[in-house]
């Protein structure tokens, strides 16, 4: 919700105006950072509310402690009798637990179709799935200029980011080492002020010091931003789920690394991507990248084209029927 991450608040924005595009009036909303439970704030948001809509992204993996927090809703008091929704969201590794109290909601759908076969399995019915809301809303318009450079991103991961950034500084010519983030960390406002305090100073030390020590480092400050120079690259190497999404949509040929769950792995398959374009950290090498073409296929881009017109088409069904509105009966070829 602060706009850190790019891939994130494109969802959130795509989330929010198709509530509001149906009539749904917003009126809160609540960060995964924060255990809504223990704050008299948050209790009265949702005793206030008609529907309680989970965005629940990449963080259902693992039986992750701020993940329960998002499965705690199913069967808190204050949610008795609110319509409840789980969208966006990835399936993995989870307690058996969680897909009994997760049976409460009345809507649910997964991002991929592996997260959906395993939510399935967890709540006792079938769960749909609709791709990541980041590519709902389908390729961005072609830019007229020809592509030129690369872009190389970052990672959840300290040491897949590291090696990307040298990767960077090491590529002829250089590439743009722009993260998917504004800053280097994203920082929690739920912290005592001490310690937010200190985190920000650390943190813009330790900002400074790596762009010092990597001078085609790039912050951008918004998902706008990204996009634009995103479009004009003529390939991305990233390693971040996100990173991919936007890829898809702006068209931008890339290799990725694996992130911290299955959900690279799954985006490929649901979109028919060839597996080549996920590499290791070891093979991350300018030599490597240099001597490949990393051009989409026909048949990647045909998957892709068909990826995106159903992500738009789903996520259409899905804000119909978790707002409200009746669907007008549609078929896709």
């Known amino acids: 919700m602060q706009g850190h991450h790019f891939g994130c608040a494109r969802v959130m924005s795509v989330i ?25 704030e948050s209790l009265a948001l949702i005793a206030k509310a008609d529907a309680v809509i989970v965005n629940g992204e990449g963080t259902l993996h693992g039986g992750r402690k701020k993940a329960s927090w998002l499965v705690d809703v199913a069967d808190h008091p204050i949610s008795k009798d609110k319509e ?6 990835i399936y993995q590794n989870n307690p058996d637990s969680w897909g009994t109290r997760l049976a409460r909601f009345d809507h649910i ?23 990541d809301l980041s590519t709902s809303m389908g ?7 020809q592509r030129k450079g690369i872009i190389v991103g970052d990672s959840v991961k300290n040491r897949v980011t590291r090696a990307l950034a040298v990767l960077s500084i ?42 010092a020590k990597f001078p085609n480092l790039k912050y951008l400050e918004s998902e706008q931003d990204y996009l634009n120079l995103l479009q004009k690259k003529e390939l991305s190497i990233t390693g971040r789920f996100h990173g991919v999404c936007l890829n898809l949509i702006a068209g931008t040929p890339f290799v990725c690394i694996s992130s911290n769950s299955w959900k ?5 398959a649901d979109v028919g991507l060839d597996k080549r374009r996920l590499i290791t950290v070891d093979q991350l090498s300018s030599d490597f990248i240099a001597q490949s073409d990393w051009n989409y296929s026909d048949s990647e881009i045909e998957g892709i084209e068909r990826f995106l017109s159903w ?19 549609k078929t896709i070829d």
């Open 264 to 268: 690279i792995e799954a985006l490929f």
């Open 84 to 89: 409840l929704s789980l969208i966006n969201t």
């Open 16 to 40: 929010e105006q198709n509530i509001m595009n149906r009539g749904g009036q917003i009126i809160g909303r609540l960060d995964g950072k924060q255990n809504w439970q223990v704050t008299s």
């Open 139 to 145: 390729a961005l318009p072609a830019e007229s200029a």
């Open 170 to 211: 090491n590529s002829n010519p250089r590439a743009d080492l722009v993260p998917l983030t504004i800053s280097l960390r994203e920082e929690n406002p739920f912290k005592p002020w001490i310690s937010r305090k200190f985190r920000h100073y650390s943190l813009r030390l330790r900002q400074a010091k790596l762009q």
């Open 109 to 131: 759908y997964a991002r991929d179709s592996l997260s959906a076969k395993n939510l399935s399995v967890a709540v006792g019915r079938d769960v749909p799935w609709i791709g």
């Open 311 to 329: 992500t738009n088409y789903r996520a259409e069904e899905v804000f119909d029927e978790i707002v409200g509105a009746k669907l007008t009966p």
